[in-house]
C-alpha cells in the first residue's frame, strides 16, 4: 500500500535537508527519520526500521531539563498526534548509541488537501552546550 | 473492450510544423471508449477541440477527467464543442486546491480576460472534485490518487470490464530514487495506481540530460518511466507528454536507445497522435 503523497514529498524533502527530520504516520508509527537525524538519535534507520509509537517515544529516553522522565504522552510529537496541533520542547535524550544529548524538538501535523490527518513530523536540533 | 486513442500527446505547450506531424504537436488529450458508450476525456490539452468535433450527435453524457489544472492540460476546454450543447451533460473531474474549488480554479481561465464565456455560463456542467473514492462513470470504474508533479495532480486508473488503463502523463517518481534506486513500493508515487496495468500512459518528456537541470519540474526521464513501468507491473507502456523541442526523429531515437538500453518485459508503443490501443491489444 502506498503512503500518501504528502508523506512520500515528506520523506524525499527530508533526504534533502541537513536538519533532523522524523516522520510517522496518524497512529504514530515511525515511517523514516532522515540521516541528520541519524547522528542525533544514535542508529541508522536501516537498521531501527518501522517502530510503533509506544516504542520510539520511550526508547531514546526522554528527560526534561532538570533530569526528570518525560511520559512519552508529553513527547512533542505525541501531542502533535494526539492534538493534531504543532507542539515544541526542549528535552535531553539519549540516543541508541548511549549518548544523551539536549535537543529542541518542533512537531506538526501533517493534514491534506481536503483537511485528512495524515500524520506528522518532527523537526529537532541539537543544542551547544 | 475498452478503447483509447491519442488526441494530443505533447507537453508544455502545443507546437506545429512539418518535424512534429508524425507524433503530434496538440497537448495531452486521450479520448476513452467502452463498447456500451461510455465515452472519458482524459484531459483538455488543445488535442481535445478535435476530438470534439468528432463526437456522435446522440451522445448524452461526456466526463473529462482533468489530471490538473497547468494550461497544457486544459487550454482545449474552451474550444470543445459539446460544452455549448445544451443536449449533452458534461461532467469536469479535477483537483481543487486547500483554498479554491474546482470550479473557481476553472474560472481563472475560463473568464474574461483570458476567455470571453464564463464558466458558469455553460448550460449543462458540473465539477467534481478529485482525488476522491472511487466513482463509477457508466461501465468504467475509476479510482484517483494524488502523485508527484507541483500543485495537486492526480492519476487515473480506469478499471472496464476486460482491462485496466492507467494515466499519468505529468509525474516525477523519480525524486524519491535514492543514489538511483527505487525505494520499496509504498514509496513510490503513483504505485497502487498504477500496478499490474494493462496499459499504462505515462511522462517520459525528458532525455537524461535535459532532467539534470529539471529536477522537480514534474516530469520524467524515458529512464525513469520504463523503470517505473517495470515496478509496477505494466503489461503495456506507451511514453508519453513529449517535449515540445523533441521532433519526431529525436521521438523515434529515444524510443529505441531506451527499449535498447533498458530491454522493456513488457510491450512498449509509441505515443503518436491517433494512436488506437484497445487494452492489451493494439490496433
Given amino acids: 500500500m502506498s503512503q500518501p503523497i504528502q508523506i512520500i514529498l515528506m520523506r524525499q524533502l527530508a533526504g534533502y535537508l541537513s536538519v533532523p527530520l522524523f516522520l510517522v504516520d496518524p497512529k504514530g508509527n515511525l515511517l523514516f527519520y532522515n540521516e541528520p537525524a541519524e547522528a542525533v538519535l544514535g542508529r541508522r534507520f536501516e537498521e531501527t526500521g518501522a517502530m510503533p509509537a509506544e516504542e520510539w517515544s520511550s526508547v531514546f529516553t526522554p528527560l526534561d531539563e532538570d533530569g526528570q522522565p518525560i511520559s512519552p504522552e508529553q513527547v512533542p510529537l505525541r501531542i502533535t498526534l494526539t492534538e493534531r496541533r504543532p507542539a515544541y520542547r526542549r528535552l535531553f535524550i539519549r540516543g541508541l548509541d548511549g549518548v544523551s544529548r539536549h535537543i529542541e524538538v518542533a512537531s506538526i501535523p501533517i493534514v491534506g488537501l481536503q483537511g485528512e490527518f495524515l500524520g506528522g513530523a518532527a523537526l529537532f536540533w541539537e543544542l551547544p552546550e | 473492450m475498452m478503447r483509447l486513442r491519442l488526441f494530443g500527446t505533447r507537453g508544455s505547450v502545443a507546437v506545429s510544423g512539418a518535424d512534429t506531424v508524425r507524433y503530434g504537436g496538440n497537448t495531452s488529450t486521450v479520448e476513452v471508449r467502452e463498447d456500451d458508450g461510455t465515452l472519458l476525456v482524459l484531459d483538455a490539452g488543445t488535442g481535445i477541440c478535435r476530438l470534439g468535433k468528432q463526437i456522435q450527435p446522440d451522445t448524452r453524457r461526456i466526463d473529462i477527467l482533468l489530471t490538473h489544472l497547468h494550461m497544457d492540460h486544459i487550454q482545449?476546454?474552451?474550444?470543445?464543442?459539446?460544452?455549448?450543447?445544451?443536449?449533452?451533460?458534461?461532467?469536469?473531474?479535477?483537483?481543487?486546491?486547500?483554498?479554491?474549488?474546482?470550479?473557481?480554479?476553472?474560472?481563472?481561465?475560463?473568464?474574461?480576460?483570458?476567455?470571453?464565456v464564463h464558466l458558469r455560463d455553460l448550460p449543462r456542467l458540473t465539477c467534481h472534485p478529485v482525488p476522491c473514492d472511487p466513482f463509477q462513470v457508466g461501465s468504467l470504474h475509476i479510482k484517483t490518487s494524488l502523485v508527484c508533479h507541483p500543485g495537486p495532480t492526480v492519476g487515473y486508473r480506469i478499471e472496464g470490464k476486460d482491462g485496466t488503463a492507467v494515466y499519468l502523463p505529468d509525474h516525477e517518481p523519480a525524486l524519491a530514487l535514492r543514489e538511483g534506486r527505487w525505494l520499496g513500493s509504498e514509496w513510490i508515487s503513483g504505485f497502487d495506481l498504477a500496478t499490474h496495468a494493462d496499459l499504462l500512459i505515462h511522462d517520459a518528456q525528458y532525455t537524461d540530460e535535459e532532467y539534470q537541470l529539471r529536477v522537480g519540474w514534474g516530469h520524467s526521464t524515458y529512464r525513469h518511466a520504463f523503470e517505473f513501468a517495470a515496478q509496477v507491473g505494466a503489461k503495456e507502456f506507451v511514453p508519453f507528454h513529449h517535449d515540445p523541442a523533441h521532433d519526431d526523429d529525436m521521438l523515434d531515437q529515444l524510443l529505441e536507445n531506451a527499449k535498447r538500453q533498458f530491454k522493456p518485459t513488457c510491450r512498449v508503443s509509441a505515443g503518436y497522435e491517433d494512436a488506437i490501443f484497445e487494452v492489451g491489444s493494439r490496433v
Fill in chain 2, 76 to 116: 482545449g476546454l474552451g474550444f470543445f464543442g459539446p460544452l455549448y450543447d445544451p443536449a449533452i451533460d458534461t461532467h469536469i473531474w479535477g483537483p481543487a486546491s486547500s483554498t479554491l474549488s474546482l470550479e473557481a480554479r476553472l474560472s481563472r481561465y475560463l473568464s474574461p480576460p483570458l476567455f470571453p
